[in-house]
Protein backbone atom coordinates (compact mmCIF):
# COMPACT_ATOMS: atom_id res chain seq x y z
CA UNK A 1 0.00 0.00 0.00
CA UNK A 2 3.00 2.67 0.96
CA UNK A 3 5.12 1.64 -1.97
CA UNK A 4 1.95 1.96 -4.59
CA UNK A 5 1.10 5.42 -2.89
CA UNK A 6 5.38 5.94 -2.83
CA UNK A 7 4.89 5.31 -6.43
CA UNK A 8 1.40 6.91 -7.29
CA UNK A 9 2.86 10.52 -6.22
CA UNK A 10 6.58 10.17 -7.48
CA UNK A 11 4.45 9.48 -10.71
CA UNK A 12 2.54 12.26 -10.24
CA UNK A 13 5.53 15.05 -9.83
CA UNK A 14 7.16 13.76 -13.01
CA UNK A 15 4.15 14.45 -14.76
CA UNK A 16 3.84 17.42 -12.81
CA UNK A 17 7.56 18.28 -14.11
CA UNK A 18 7.15 17.19 -17.31
CA UNK A 19 4.24 19.86 -17.81
CA UNK A 20 5.89 22.36 -16.48
CA UNK A 21 9.26 21.78 -18.71
CA UNK A 22 7.20 21.48 -22.00
CA UNK A 23 5.08 24.80 -20.75
CA UNK A 24 8.26 26.25 -22.16
CA UNK A 25 7.88 24.53 -25.54
CA UNK A 26 5.32 27.57 -26.52
CA UNK A 27 8.05 28.57 -28.21
CA UNK A 28 8.63 25.55 -30.34
CA UNK A 29 10.10 26.44 -33.41
CA UNK A 30 11.05 23.53 -35.11
CA UNK A 31 8.68 20.29 -35.56
CA UNK A 32 9.85 16.88 -37.04
CA UNK A 33 7.27 14.25 -37.77
CA UNK A 34 8.54 10.47 -38.67
CA UNK A 35 5.61 8.80 -40.34
CA UNK A 36 3.44 11.59 -41.56
CA UNK A 37 0.60 9.38 -42.85
CA UNK A 38 -2.58 11.65 -43.75
CA UNK A 39 -0.96 14.48 -41.75
CA UNK A 40 -4.21 14.32 -39.37
CA UNK A 41 -0.87 14.94 -36.17
CA UNK A 42 0.99 16.99 -38.71
CA UNK A 43 -2.49 19.35 -38.89
CA UNK A 44 -2.85 19.64 -35.36
CA UNK A 45 0.96 19.89 -34.29
CA UNK A 46 0.85 22.45 -36.85
CA UNK A 47 -2.07 23.99 -35.62
CA UNK A 48 -0.99 23.81 -31.68
CA UNK A 49 2.57 25.68 -32.57
CA UNK A 50 1.54 28.61 -34.91
CA UNK A 51 5.64 29.72 -35.15
CA UNK A 52 6.76 26.31 -35.51
CA UNK A 53 7.86 25.02 -39.00
CA UNK A 54 7.22 21.61 -39.28
CA UNK A 55 9.61 18.52 -41.36
CA UNK A 56 7.63 15.62 -41.75
CA UNK A 57 9.31 11.92 -43.53
CA UNK A 58 7.59 9.00 -44.78
CA UNK A 59 8.21 6.84 -47.79
CA UNK A 60 4.06 6.16 -48.54
CA UNK A 61 5.15 2.66 -49.17
CA UNK A 62 2.40 -0.30 -50.63
CA UNK A 63 -0.93 0.78 -50.11
CA UNK A 64 -0.17 3.95 -48.79
CA UNK A 65 0.06 5.80 -51.28
CA UNK A 66 -3.12 7.58 -51.63
CA UNK A 67 -2.26 9.04 -48.15
CA UNK A 68 0.67 10.71 -49.93
CA UNK A 69 -1.73 12.76 -51.92
CA UNK A 70 -4.00 13.27 -49.11
CA UNK A 71 -0.96 14.75 -46.57
CA UNK A 72 -0.21 16.81 -49.53
CA UNK A 73 -3.36 17.72 -49.76
CA UNK A 74 -4.26 18.71 -45.77
CA UNK A 75 -0.99 20.52 -45.60
CA UNK A 76 -1.56 22.94 -48.80
CA UNK A 77 -2.63 25.43 -46.28
CA UNK A 78 0.77 25.81 -44.64
CA UNK A 79 3.46 27.60 -46.19
CA UNK A 80 5.37 26.51 -43.01
CA UNK A 81 6.23 22.64 -43.94
CA UNK A 82 8.83 20.56 -45.56
CA UNK A 83 7.16 16.87 -46.88
CA UNK A 84 10.29 14.28 -47.67
CA UNK A 85 9.33 10.93 -48.81
CA UNK A 86 12.16 8.81 -47.86
CA UNK A 87 12.51 5.53 -45.90
CA UNK A 88 13.86 6.75 -42.24
CA UNK A 89 16.53 4.16 -42.36
CA UNK A 90 18.24 6.52 -45.35
CA UNK A 91 18.41 9.57 -43.25
CA UNK A 92 21.36 10.71 -42.03
CA UNK A 93 20.41 14.03 -39.62
CA UNK A 94 17.41 15.67 -38.68
CA UNK A 95 17.48 19.53 -38.69
CA UNK A 96 17.32 21.22 -35.15
CA UNK A 97 14.16 20.78 -33.64
CA UNK A 98 12.22 21.50 -30.35
CA UNK A 99 9.98 18.60 -31.00
CA UNK A 100 10.70 15.49 -32.33
CA UNK A 101 7.50 12.79 -32.67
CA UNK A 102 8.59 9.37 -34.05
CA UNK A 103 5.71 6.93 -35.15
CA UNK A 104 6.81 5.40 -38.65
CA UNK A 105 7.74 2.12 -39.02
CA UNK A 106 8.30 0.31 -35.05
CA UNK A 107 10.26 -1.99 -35.38
CA UNK A 108 13.66 -1.78 -33.50
CA UNK A 109 15.95 -0.78 -36.35
CA UNK A 110 14.03 2.19 -37.46
CA UNK A 111 13.37 3.06 -33.91
CA UNK A 112 16.90 3.35 -32.82
CA UNK A 113 18.21 5.08 -35.91
CA UNK A 114 15.47 7.37 -35.31
CA UNK A 115 16.37 7.87 -31.97
CA UNK A 116 19.91 8.02 -32.64
CA UNK A 117 18.87 11.15 -35.15
CA UNK A 118 16.56 12.88 -32.75
CA UNK A 119 18.99 12.85 -29.71
CA UNK A 120 21.41 14.84 -31.31
CA UNK A 121 18.72 17.28 -33.36
CA UNK A 122 16.64 17.69 -30.24
CA UNK A 123 17.00 21.62 -28.29
CA UNK A 124 17.27 22.49 -24.79
CA UNK A 125 14.20 21.75 -23.73
CA UNK A 126 13.04 19.83 -26.17
CA UNK A 127 11.24 16.36 -26.17
CA UNK A 128 10.90 13.77 -27.88
CA UNK A 129 8.09 11.53 -28.34
CA UNK A 130 7.83 7.70 -29.51
CA UNK A 131 4.23 6.80 -30.33
CA UNK A 132 3.04 3.07 -29.81
CA UNK A 133 4.79 1.81 -26.83
CA UNK A 134 2.98 -1.14 -26.84
CA UNK A 135 4.65 -2.79 -29.27
CA UNK A 136 7.58 -4.92 -27.49
CA UNK A 137 10.23 -3.89 -30.09
CA UNK A 138 9.11 -0.42 -30.11
CA UNK A 139 9.55 -0.13 -26.21
CA UNK A 140 12.89 -2.31 -25.95
CA UNK A 141 14.47 -0.14 -28.42
CA UNK A 142 13.38 2.95 -26.40
CA UNK A 143 15.01 0.76 -23.05
CA UNK A 144 18.20 0.14 -24.80
CA UNK A 145 18.79 3.74 -26.45
CA UNK A 146 18.60 5.02 -23.17
CA UNK A 147 21.06 2.50 -21.53
CA UNK A 148 23.95 4.79 -21.69
CA UNK A 149 22.17 7.83 -21.63
CA UNK A 150 22.20 9.33 -17.79
CA UNK A 151 21.61 12.94 -18.80
CA UNK A 152 18.12 11.98 -20.46
CA UNK A 153 15.08 11.16 -18.50
CA UNK A 154 11.87 9.06 -19.98
CA UNK A 155 8.28 8.62 -19.18
CA UNK A 156 5.91 5.55 -19.99
CA UNK A 157 2.31 7.43 -20.66
CA UNK A 158 0.38 4.11 -20.50
CA UNK A 159 -2.50 6.22 -22.58
CA UNK A 160 -4.17 4.92 -25.42
CA UNK A 161 -1.83 3.05 -27.63
CA UNK A 162 0.95 4.18 -24.99
CA UNK A 163 3.80 7.09 -25.92
CA UNK A 164 7.44 7.36 -24.59
CA UNK A 165 8.33 10.90 -23.99
CA UNK A 166 12.24 11.35 -23.57
CA UNK A 167 14.19 14.92 -22.43
CA UNK A 168 17.78 15.98 -21.24
CA UNK A 169 17.57 16.64 -17.35
CA UNK A 170 18.14 19.71 -16.51
C1 LIG B 1 1.16 5.03 -37.77
S1 LIG B 1 1.31 5.84 -39.31
C2 LIG B 1 1.70 7.50 -38.80
C3 LIG B 1 0.55 8.20 -38.21
C4 LIG B 1 0.79 9.68 -38.01
N1 LIG B 1 2.02 9.94 -37.31
C5 LIG B 1 -0.34 10.26 -37.22
O1 LIG B 1 -0.20 10.45 -36.00
O2 LIG B 1 -1.39 10.52 -37.82
C6 LIG B 1 2.88 5.27 -39.84
C7 LIG B 1 3.41 5.94 -41.09
O3 LIG B 1 4.79 5.63 -41.16
C8 LIG B 1 5.14 5.41 -42.50
N2 LIG B 1 6.33 4.56 -42.52
C9 LIG B 1 6.40 3.25 -42.19
N3 LIG B 1 7.64 2.80 -42.33
C10 LIG B 1 8.39 3.85 -42.75
C11 LIG B 1 9.76 4.03 -43.07
N4 LIG B 1 10.62 3.02 -42.99
N5 LIG B 1 10.19 5.25 -43.45
C12 LIG B 1 9.31 6.27 -43.56
N6 LIG B 1 8.00 6.17 -43.26
C13 LIG B 1 7.55 4.98 -42.87
C14 LIG B 1 3.91 4.77 -43.14
O4 LIG B 1 3.89 5.01 -44.54
C15 LIG B 1 2.77 5.46 -42.38
O5 LIG B 1 2.28 6.56 -43.10
Redesign the pocket.
Known amino acids: MFDNKEEHHSSHRKILKFLVEVSQLTNCKTII??????A??AEVLLNTCPDAHYYG?????GD?VD?EAAARTRLEAYNRTTITK????ELKEFPEADLI?L???HSTK?VTNELNLAGKALRKNGIIIV?DLFFPETFKAVQAWLVDKSEWDFMHMKIGMEYGILWRKK
Open positions: EAGISTRSYDNWENMIDTLYDADYH
